[in-house]
Protein backbone atom coordinates (compact mmCIF):
# COMPACT_ATOMS: atom_id res chain seq x y z
CA UNK A 1 0.00 0.00 0.00
CA UNK A 2 1.35 3.87 -0.16
CA UNK A 3 3.38 4.91 2.38
CA UNK A 4 3.79 8.82 2.99
CA UNK A 5 6.97 10.30 3.09
CA UNK A 6 7.70 14.24 3.95
CA UNK A 7 10.23 15.97 2.47
CA UNK A 8 9.49 19.37 4.24
CA UNK A 9 12.05 21.00 6.58
CA UNK A 10 9.69 21.80 9.10
CA UNK A 11 8.96 19.65 11.83
CA UNK A 12 5.34 18.43 11.44
CA UNK A 13 3.44 20.18 14.82
CA UNK A 14 0.56 17.36 14.39
CA UNK A 15 -0.18 14.65 13.24
CA UNK A 16 -2.65 14.58 10.34
CA UNK A 17 -6.13 13.78 11.59
CA UNK A 18 -7.66 10.18 10.15
CA UNK A 19 -9.83 11.95 7.88
CA UNK A 20 -10.87 8.21 6.76
CA UNK A 21 -12.37 7.12 9.62
CA UNK A 22 -15.89 8.04 8.94
CA UNK A 23 -16.01 5.40 5.85
CA UNK A 24 -14.19 2.84 7.72
CA UNK A 25 -16.03 2.64 11.18
CA UNK A 26 -19.31 2.73 9.11
CA UNK A 27 -18.60 0.14 7.27
CA UNK A 28 -16.88 -1.91 10.50
CA UNK A 29 -20.66 -0.98 11.86
CA UNK A 30 -22.13 -2.56 8.83
CA UNK A 31 -20.72 -5.62 8.79
CA UNK A 32 -20.22 -5.98 12.24
CA UNK A 33 -17.77 -8.81 12.15
CA UNK A 34 -16.09 -8.75 15.66
CA UNK A 35 -19.89 -9.30 17.12
CA UNK A 36 -20.51 -12.75 18.25
CA UNK A 37 -23.58 -13.61 15.85
CA UNK A 38 -26.17 -13.52 18.66
CA UNK A 39 -25.14 -10.46 20.11
CA UNK A 40 -25.29 -8.37 16.60
CA UNK A 41 -27.52 -5.12 16.54
CA UNK A 42 -30.29 -4.20 14.58
CA UNK A 43 -28.38 -2.35 12.29
CA UNK A 44 -26.28 -3.01 8.42
CA UNK A 45 -26.33 -6.71 6.66
CA UNK A 46 -28.26 -7.70 10.27
CA UNK A 47 -31.03 -4.65 9.75
CA UNK A 48 -31.18 -5.88 6.05
CA UNK A 49 -32.11 -9.58 6.21
CA UNK A 50 -34.15 -9.36 8.96
CA UNK A 51 -36.00 -7.21 7.02
CA UNK A 52 -36.23 -9.46 4.22
CA UNK A 53 -36.68 -12.51 6.52
CA UNK A 54 -38.40 -14.75 6.95
CA UNK A 55 -39.65 -15.25 3.37
CA UNK A 56 -43.19 -17.22 3.24
CA UNK A 57 -45.07 -19.35 0.52
CA UNK A 58 -48.17 -17.85 -1.07
CA UNK A 59 -49.98 -20.71 0.75
CA UNK A 60 -48.41 -20.25 4.13
CA UNK A 61 -47.13 -23.60 3.64
CA UNK A 62 -43.42 -23.44 4.05
CA UNK A 63 -41.21 -20.17 5.77
CA UNK A 64 -37.37 -19.38 5.06
CA UNK A 65 -36.16 -18.04 8.22
CA UNK A 66 -32.94 -16.59 8.74
CA UNK A 67 -30.42 -17.35 11.46
CA UNK A 68 -27.26 -15.69 10.97
CA UNK A 69 -24.81 -15.09 8.57
CA UNK A 70 -20.84 -15.59 8.44
CA UNK A 71 -18.06 -13.97 6.49
CA UNK A 72 -14.91 -16.42 5.99
CA UNK A 73 -11.07 -15.38 5.52
CA UNK A 74 -10.33 -13.66 1.94
CA UNK A 75 -8.98 -15.87 -0.52
CA UNK A 76 -5.78 -13.55 -0.34
CA UNK A 77 -3.87 -10.25 1.39
CA UNK A 78 -4.38 -7.22 -0.31
CA UNK A 79 -0.68 -7.05 -1.60
CA UNK A 80 -1.29 -9.74 -3.23
CA UNK A 81 -4.44 -8.85 -5.06
CA UNK A 82 -2.85 -5.80 -5.69
CA UNK A 83 -0.11 -7.80 -7.55
CA UNK A 84 -2.48 -10.94 -8.73
CA UNK A 85 -5.24 -8.44 -10.22
CA UNK A 86 -7.98 -10.08 -8.39
CA UNK A 87 -10.40 -8.60 -5.83
CA UNK A 88 -10.30 -8.23 -2.09
CA UNK A 89 -13.32 -9.90 -0.81
CA UNK A 90 -14.73 -12.52 1.55
CA UNK A 91 -17.52 -15.38 1.16
CA UNK A 92 -20.49 -14.41 2.58
CA UNK A 93 -22.34 -17.05 3.71
CA UNK A 94 -26.24 -17.61 5.38
CA UNK A 95 -27.58 -19.84 7.42
CA UNK A 96 -31.19 -20.16 6.74
CA UNK A 97 -33.81 -22.68 8.03
CA UNK A 98 -36.70 -23.95 5.78
CA UNK A 99 -39.49 -24.45 8.40
CA UNK A 100 -42.71 -26.65 7.25
CA UNK A 101 -45.79 -28.31 9.06
CA UNK A 102 -43.80 -31.70 9.04
CA UNK A 103 -40.10 -30.95 9.14
CA UNK A 104 -37.29 -28.44 9.21
CA UNK A 105 -33.79 -28.21 7.57
CA UNK A 106 -31.30 -25.98 8.35
CA UNK A 107 -28.35 -24.95 5.83
CA UNK A 108 -25.91 -22.69 5.13
CA UNK A 109 -25.39 -20.93 2.20
CA UNK A 110 -23.38 -19.52 0.03
CA UNK A 111 -23.77 -15.87 -1.13
CA UNK A 112 -21.35 -14.56 -2.92
CA UNK A 113 -18.17 -12.64 -2.52
CA UNK A 114 -18.62 -9.22 -0.36
CA UNK A 115 -15.79 -6.69 -1.26
CA UNK A 116 -14.03 -5.94 1.88
CA UNK A 117 -12.42 -2.32 3.27
CA UNK A 118 -8.74 -1.57 3.67
CA UNK A 119 -7.35 0.01 6.46
CA UNK A 120 -7.08 3.26 3.61
CA UNK A 121 -11.07 3.40 3.28
CA UNK A 122 -10.79 1.91 -0.39
CA UNK A 123 -11.85 -1.18 -2.49
CA UNK A 124 -9.46 -3.70 -4.21
CA UNK A 125 -11.60 -4.48 -7.66
CA UNK A 126 -9.47 -6.58 -9.80
CA UNK A 127 -6.11 -5.74 -8.33
CA UNK A 128 -7.08 -2.01 -8.58
CA UNK A 129 -7.76 0.43 -5.90
CA UNK A 130 -11.05 2.10 -6.16
CA UNK A 131 -13.01 4.57 -3.26
CA UNK A 132 -16.31 4.57 -2.65
CA UNK A 133 -17.06 8.88 -2.36
CA UNK A 134 -19.89 9.70 0.20
CA UNK A 135 -22.55 11.20 -1.28
CA UNK A 136 -24.09 14.76 0.43
CA UNK A 137 -27.97 14.09 -0.36
CA UNK A 138 -31.23 16.07 1.08
CA UNK A 139 -32.06 14.39 4.16
CA UNK A 140 -35.29 12.90 5.81
CA UNK A 141 -37.00 14.88 7.87
CA UNK A 142 -39.65 18.03 6.95
CA UNK A 143 -39.09 21.05 5.79
CA UNK A 144 -41.12 23.96 5.05
CA UNK A 145 -41.01 26.05 1.68
CA UNK A 146 -42.61 29.09 0.34
CA UNK A 147 -43.61 29.81 -3.02
CA UNK A 148 -45.50 32.93 -4.91
CA UNK A 149 -48.86 32.29 -6.56
CA UNK A 150 -48.61 34.36 -10.38
CA UNK A 151 -51.32 36.36 -8.37
CA UNK A 152 -48.84 37.70 -5.90
CA UNK A 153 -50.09 35.22 -3.15
CA UNK A 154 -47.49 33.16 -0.47
CA UNK A 155 -48.46 29.95 -0.85
CA UNK A 156 -46.88 27.38 2.15
CA UNK A 157 -46.02 23.72 1.78
CA UNK A 158 -44.44 21.11 4.04
CA UNK A 159 -42.52 18.08 2.53
CA UNK A 160 -42.41 15.05 4.67
CA UNK A 161 -39.43 12.92 2.88
CA UNK A 162 -38.93 9.48 3.91
CA UNK A 163 -35.25 7.36 3.96
CA UNK A 164 -36.73 5.06 1.69
CA UNK A 165 -40.77 5.31 0.37
CA UNK A 166 -43.06 7.74 -0.63
CA UNK A 167 -42.51 11.38 -0.22
CA UNK A 168 -45.59 13.30 0.88
CA UNK A 169 -46.27 17.34 0.77
CA UNK A 170 -48.75 18.83 2.13
CA UNK A 171 -49.50 21.99 -0.28
CA UNK A 172 -51.82 25.15 0.45
CA UNK A 173 -54.00 26.14 -2.93
CA UNK A 174 -55.34 29.62 -3.75
CA UNK A 175 -58.39 29.15 -1.87
CA UNK A 176 -56.94 27.90 1.31
CA UNK A 177 -57.89 24.51 1.01
CA UNK A 178 -55.30 22.12 2.51
CA UNK A 179 -54.46 19.17 -0.16
CA UNK A 180 -51.26 16.20 0.17
CA UNK A 181 -49.35 15.57 -3.26
CA UNK A 182 -48.43 11.51 -2.79
CA UNK A 183 -45.51 10.91 -4.54
CA UNK A 184 -45.13 13.85 -6.50
CA UNK A 185 -47.87 12.98 -8.28
CA UNK A 186 -51.57 13.57 -7.76
CA UNK A 187 -52.61 15.13 -5.01
CA UNK A 188 -55.84 14.39 -2.67
CA UNK A 189 -57.33 16.83 0.38
CA UNK A 190 -55.57 16.12 3.59
CA UNK A 191 -58.37 15.61 5.31
CA UNK A 192 -59.27 12.22 3.32
CA UNK A 193 -55.38 11.55 4.14
CA UNK A 194 -55.92 11.96 8.21
CA UNK A 195 -59.13 9.16 8.16
CA UNK A 196 -56.74 6.99 6.41
CA UNK A 197 -54.39 7.48 9.23
CA UNK A 198 -57.17 6.89 12.04
CA UNK A 199 -58.32 10.37 12.74
CA UNK A 200 -61.76 9.33 10.96
CA UNK A 201 -64.85 11.03 11.35
CA UNK A 202 -65.62 15.07 11.09
CA UNK A 203 -65.74 15.66 14.85
CA UNK A 204 -62.34 13.45 15.25
CA UNK A 205 -60.08 16.05 12.72
CA UNK A 206 -62.22 19.12 14.18
CA UNK A 207 -61.42 18.07 17.73
CA UNK A 208 -57.87 17.54 16.92
CA UNK A 209 -57.40 21.05 14.64
CA UNK A 210 -60.22 23.24 16.38
CA UNK A 211 -61.08 22.31 19.55
CA UNK A 212 -65.16 21.21 20.45
CA UNK A 213 -67.21 23.04 23.03
CA UNK A 214 -70.42 21.57 23.96
CA UNK A 215 -73.34 23.53 25.30
CA UNK A 216 -75.79 22.58 27.63
CA UNK A 217 -78.34 23.56 28.89
CA UNK A 218 -79.67 26.24 26.41
CA UNK A 219 -81.02 29.79 27.70
CA UNK A 220 -81.10 32.99 25.38
CA UNK A 221 -78.78 35.09 27.83
CA UNK A 222 -76.44 32.01 27.42
CA UNK A 223 -76.51 31.90 23.07
CA UNK A 224 -76.07 35.53 23.07
CA UNK A 225 -73.21 35.43 24.81
CA UNK A 226 -71.81 33.10 22.60
CA UNK A 227 -72.36 35.40 19.20
CA UNK A 228 -70.27 35.12 16.61
CA UNK A 229 -68.96 31.38 17.58
CA UNK A 230 -69.13 28.57 14.98
CA UNK A 231 -71.33 25.82 14.93
CA UNK A 232 -69.18 22.64 14.84
CA UNK A 233 -72.47 20.37 13.81
CA UNK A 234 -75.33 20.99 12.06
CA UNK A 235 -78.66 21.78 14.33
CA UNK A 236 -81.93 20.10 13.47
CA UNK A 237 -84.96 20.62 14.94
CA UNK A 238 -86.16 16.81 16.40
CA UNK A 239 -89.93 17.94 16.22
CA UNK A 240 -90.22 18.81 12.50
CA UNK A 241 -86.80 17.95 10.89
CA UNK A 242 -85.90 21.27 9.60
CA UNK A 243 -82.30 22.39 9.73
CA UNK A 244 -82.02 25.43 11.60
CA UNK A 245 -78.03 26.20 11.18
CA UNK A 246 -75.78 24.02 8.96
CA UNK A 247 -72.01 23.50 10.37
CA UNK A 248 -69.62 25.75 10.50
CA UNK A 249 -72.59 28.59 10.61
CA UNK A 250 -71.71 31.73 12.70
CA UNK A 251 -73.94 31.85 15.88
CA UNK A 252 -76.22 35.04 14.97
CA UNK A 253 -79.52 36.21 16.59
CA UNK A 254 -81.58 34.51 13.47
CA UNK A 255 -80.21 31.41 15.19
CA UNK A 256 -80.73 32.18 18.80
CA UNK A 257 -84.28 33.03 17.65
CA UNK A 258 -84.84 29.48 16.54
CA UNK A 259 -82.90 27.87 18.90
CA UNK A 260 -85.36 29.53 21.29
CA UNK A 261 -88.28 28.24 19.18
CA UNK A 262 -87.76 24.69 18.81
CA UNK A 263 -87.85 24.02 22.98
CA UNK A 264 -86.38 20.18 22.24
CA UNK A 265 -82.95 20.88 21.35
CA UNK A 266 -80.72 20.06 24.40
CA UNK A 267 -77.06 20.95 23.16
CA UNK A 268 -75.01 22.51 20.48
CA UNK A 269 -71.31 21.81 19.85
CA UNK A 270 -68.77 25.20 18.83
CA UNK A 271 -65.44 25.28 17.72
CA UNK A 272 -63.31 26.37 20.50
CA UNK A 273 -61.38 28.00 17.92
CA UNK A 274 -61.81 28.98 13.99
CA UNK A 275 -59.37 27.64 11.68
CA UNK A 276 -60.28 28.29 7.92
CA UNK A 277 -57.86 25.93 6.40
CA UNK A 278 -59.23 22.77 7.71
CA UNK A 279 -62.71 23.91 7.78
CA UNK A 280 -62.62 25.03 4.05
CA UNK A 281 -61.16 21.71 3.45
CA UNK A 282 -63.99 19.70 5.31
CA UNK A 283 -66.20 21.05 3.35
CA UNK A 284 -64.61 20.25 -0.13
CA UNK A 285 -64.09 16.47 1.50
CA UNK A 286 -66.85 14.36 0.57
CA UNK A 287 -65.62 11.12 2.03
CA UNK A 288 -66.85 10.53 5.45
CA UNK A 289 -65.29 7.02 6.62
CA UNK A 290 -61.75 5.33 6.07
CA UNK A 291 -62.92 3.53 3.37
CA UNK A 292 -64.47 6.05 1.20
CA UNK A 293 -60.96 7.89 2.09
CA UNK A 294 -58.68 5.36 0.74
CA UNK A 295 -60.92 4.41 -2.06
CA UNK A 296 -60.65 8.25 -2.94
CA UNK A 297 -56.87 7.70 -3.11
CA UNK A 298 -56.82 5.05 -4.87
CA UNK A 299 -58.89 6.35 -7.58
CA UNK A 300 -56.20 9.61 -7.80
CA UNK A 301 -53.13 7.53 -7.94
CA UNK A 302 -54.36 4.30 -9.87
CA UNK A 303 -56.72 6.27 -11.91
CA UNK A 304 -57.35 3.09 -14.66
CA UNK A 305 -57.61 0.58 -12.11
CA UNK A 306 -60.81 -0.62 -10.95
CA UNK A 307 -61.14 1.02 -7.03
CA UNK A 308 -62.01 -1.49 -4.71
CA UNK A 309 -62.21 -1.29 -0.83
CA UNK A 310 -59.69 -4.52 -0.69
CA UNK A 311 -57.82 -2.59 -3.48
CA UNK A 312 -57.38 0.45 -2.32
CA UNK A 313 -56.73 -1.04 1.53
CA UNK A 314 -53.58 -2.79 0.34
CA UNK A 315 -52.53 0.12 -1.72
CA UNK A 316 -52.39 2.77 1.45
CA UNK A 317 -50.70 -0.35 3.42
CA UNK A 318 -48.01 -0.64 0.73
CA UNK A 319 -47.15 3.09 0.96
CA UNK A 320 -47.10 4.03 4.41
CA UNK A 321 -47.92 1.23 7.06
CA UNK A 322 -45.27 -1.76 5.67
CA UNK A 323 -41.66 -1.44 7.18
CA UNK A 324 -40.31 -3.06 3.77
CA UNK A 325 -41.80 0.11 1.58
CA UNK A 326 -41.61 3.21 4.12
CA UNK A 327 -38.79 4.09 6.19
CA UNK A 328 -38.35 7.49 8.30
CA UNK A 329 -35.14 6.29 9.01
CA UNK A 330 -33.02 7.31 12.12
CA UNK A 331 -32.60 10.51 11.19
CA UNK A 332 -35.51 11.49 9.91
CA UNK A 333 -37.25 10.50 12.91
CA UNK A 334 -34.93 12.80 14.57
CA UNK A 335 -35.31 15.58 12.55
CA UNK A 336 -39.36 14.88 12.82
CA UNK A 337 -39.08 15.08 16.69
CA UNK A 338 -36.75 18.07 16.60
CA UNK A 339 -39.03 20.59 14.20
CA UNK A 340 -42.06 19.75 15.32
CA UNK A 341 -41.39 18.98 19.07
CA UNK A 342 -42.05 15.40 18.93
CA UNK A 343 -40.81 12.75 21.72
CA UNK A 344 -41.03 9.74 19.18
CA UNK A 345 -38.31 6.65 19.98
CA UNK A 346 -35.75 6.99 17.05
CA UNK A 347 -36.96 2.94 16.52
CA UNK A 348 -40.48 4.60 15.73
CA UNK A 349 -39.59 4.93 11.79
CA UNK A 350 -42.98 4.67 10.33
CA UNK A 351 -45.80 7.31 9.96
CA UNK A 352 -48.06 8.07 12.48
CA UNK A 353 -51.54 10.29 13.02
CA UNK A 354 -50.11 12.15 15.55
CA UNK A 355 -46.72 13.34 13.44
CA UNK A 356 -49.19 13.63 10.49
CA UNK A 357 -51.24 16.13 12.54
CA UNK A 358 -48.43 17.98 13.96
CA UNK A 359 -47.06 18.69 10.65
CA UNK A 360 -50.34 19.98 9.51
CA UNK A 361 -50.42 22.08 13.12
CA UNK A 362 -47.03 24.26 12.07
CA UNK A 363 -47.80 24.34 8.33
CA UNK A 364 -50.95 26.07 9.64
CA UNK A 365 -49.28 28.19 11.92
CA UNK A 366 -46.55 29.32 9.58
CA UNK A 367 -49.33 30.56 7.33
CA UNK A 368 -50.07 32.72 10.41
CA UNK A 369 -46.75 33.91 10.50
CA UNK A 370 -45.46 31.82 13.90
CA UNK A 371 -42.33 29.98 12.43
CA UNK A 372 -40.06 30.17 9.74
CA UNK A 373 -39.52 28.27 5.92
CA UNK A 374 -36.49 26.01 5.29
CA UNK A 375 -33.79 26.88 2.82
CA UNK A 376 -33.15 23.25 0.95
CA UNK A 377 -29.81 24.25 0.07
CA UNK A 378 -28.57 24.84 3.55
CA UNK A 379 -26.06 21.91 4.97
CA UNK A 380 -28.41 21.76 8.09
CA UNK A 381 -31.17 19.87 5.47
CA UNK A 382 -28.68 17.66 4.40
CA UNK A 383 -26.67 14.66 4.92
CA UNK A 384 -23.86 12.55 4.57
CA UNK A 385 -24.62 9.02 2.60
CA UNK A 386 -21.28 7.25 3.67
CA UNK A 387 -20.66 3.81 1.84
CA UNK A 388 -22.54 1.01 4.27
CA UNK A 389 -25.67 3.36 3.36
CA UNK A 390 -24.59 2.81 -0.33
CA UNK A 391 -24.10 -0.31 0.23
CA UNK A 392 -26.96 -1.59 2.20
CA UNK A 393 -29.21 0.46 -0.83
CA UNK A 394 -27.29 -2.26 -3.12
CA UNK A 395 -28.41 -5.31 -0.90
CA UNK A 396 -31.90 -4.25 -0.77
CA UNK A 397 -32.49 -4.81 -4.69
CA UNK A 398 -30.64 -8.18 -4.65
CA UNK A 399 -32.55 -9.34 -1.49
CA UNK A 400 -35.76 -7.86 -3.12
CA UNK A 401 -35.64 -9.71 -6.19
CA UNK A 402 -34.01 -12.92 -3.85
CA UNK A 403 -37.09 -12.50 -2.41
CA UNK A 404 -39.95 -12.88 -5.92
CA UNK A 405 -37.51 -16.02 -6.75
CA UNK A 406 -37.91 -17.72 -3.56
CA UNK A 407 -41.49 -17.59 -3.60
CA UNK A 408 -42.13 -18.51 -7.27
CA UNK A 409 -39.78 -21.59 -6.17
CA UNK A 410 -41.43 -22.61 -3.36
CA UNK A 411 -44.56 -22.82 -5.44
CA UNK A 412 -42.94 -25.08 -7.56
CA UNK A 413 -40.48 -27.78 -5.57
CA UNK A 414 -42.59 -30.27 -3.74
CA UNK A 415 -40.85 -30.94 0.10
CA UNK A 416 -38.64 -33.97 -0.81
CA UNK A 417 -36.41 -31.53 -3.38
CA UNK A 418 -37.01 -28.51 -1.40
CA UNK A 419 -33.89 -27.33 0.74
CA UNK A 420 -32.71 -23.83 1.77
CA UNK A 421 -30.16 -23.94 -0.96
CA UNK A 422 -32.40 -25.26 -3.84
CA UNK A 423 -34.60 -21.89 -3.17
CA UNK A 424 -31.96 -19.05 -2.88
CA UNK A 425 -30.34 -18.19 -6.33
CA UNK A 426 -26.75 -15.91 -4.81
CA UNK A 427 -26.31 -14.61 -8.01
CA UNK A 428 -29.19 -12.25 -7.86
CA UNK A 429 -27.49 -10.77 -4.75
CA UNK A 430 -23.91 -10.82 -5.82
CA UNK A 431 -24.31 -9.13 -9.71
CA UNK A 432 -26.39 -6.28 -7.79
CA UNK A 433 -22.89 -5.85 -5.22
CA UNK A 434 -20.65 -6.06 -8.01
Known amino acids: MAQRVNFGKLPQIMDLPKLVDIQTKSFSDFLQINRPE ?16 PIESSDRTYRLEFVNYSLARPRYEIKECLRLGVSYAAPLKLTLRLKSKSETKEQEVYLGELPLMTETGSFVINGDERVVVSQLHRSPGISFEENVHPSGKRLFSARLIPYRGAWMELVFDINDVLFVVIDRRKKVLATALLRVFGCEKDENILAAFCGLEKI ?3 SSGKLRKLLGRTLACPITDP ?4 IIADRFE ?15 IEKIILLKKDVPEILNTLTKDRTRTKEEASIEIYRKLRPADPATPEAASA ?9 KRYDLGKVGRYILNRKLKLKHGLQERLLDLETLNFAIRALIDLRAGLGKTDDIDHLGNRRVRTVAELLQNQFRIGLARLERTVKDRMAIYDLENMTPHSLVNSKLVSTVIK
Open 239 to 242: ATGQ
Open 315 to 323: LIKRLFFDP
Open 250 to 264: KLSEPVIKKLGAASR
Open 216 to 218: SPL
Open 38 to 53: NKRENKGLQEIFKSVF
